[in-house]
């Protein structure tokens, strides 16, 4: 096992994930109406996104992640502030595609759900990526999704205790 090569790998995925993150979080403190589905209702007669996700959450997001890679290219090149761009973009794509899952699946906003609440913000600024043209190695994106998911429940454990969720999750 090439353990230099996963590290390696594992510290430039985190400097791309890490907006990302950032992008994630952003909204728990930095929110504001009005909802993105506008308090519009699927054909299953439920909120699209529901009352959780704002456009001020959306953009607040987008920027403090896409700042983040103008903090990050300091050390890193400008290149790094588009990618950070797309990775938030994508972050809160995600975060967005999970609460649509939710309400189809008949959960109320707010309600747990293991392993999309956690890593589904991830998986689709992963995949931005992907598509903008960046590649990573599995091991390290595996690696990295473990170290996000715990990160996620601490950090919202956290957010909790502070009162600034309402939920633990
Ligand atoms: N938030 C927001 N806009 C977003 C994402 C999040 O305003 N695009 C804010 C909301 O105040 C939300 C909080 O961040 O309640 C926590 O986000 P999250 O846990 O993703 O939302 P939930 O309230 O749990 O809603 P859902 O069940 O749809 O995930
Ligand atoms: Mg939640």
């Known amino acids: 096992m090439d353990w230099r090569g996963v590290a390696e790998g594992l510290l430039r995925l985190f400097e791309l994930i890490l907006p990302a993150m950032v992008a994630n979080g952003t909204p728990v403190v930095l929110h504001g109406p009005p909802p993105i589905d506008l308090g519009r209702r699927f054909v299953d007669g439920r909120r699209i996104f529901g009352d959780g996700k704002t456009w001020g959450g959306l953009l607040a997001g987008i920027t403090m992640g896409t700042f983040v ?3 990050e ?24 595609c999970g609460s649509f899952i939710k309400r189809r699946l008949g959960l109320e906003r ?23 043209g960046l590649r990573f190695n599995i091991i390290d994106e595996l690696i990295m999704a473990g170290i996000i998911y715990l990160l996620h429940r601490g950090t919202n454990l956290a957010a909790y205790k502070l009162g600034l969720k309402l939920v633990p999750w």
């Open 69 to 71: 890679g103008i903090f």
């Open 73 to 96: 290219a300091t050390m890193l090149g400008a290149l790094i502030i588009y990618y950070a761009a797309i990775a938030s973009t994508g972050a809160l794509l995600g975060d967005l």
């Open 110 to 132: 707010g309600a747990e759900a293991p392993v999309l609440d956690q890593l589904g913000f991830y998986v689709c600024a992963l995949l931005l990526l992907y598509v903008v």
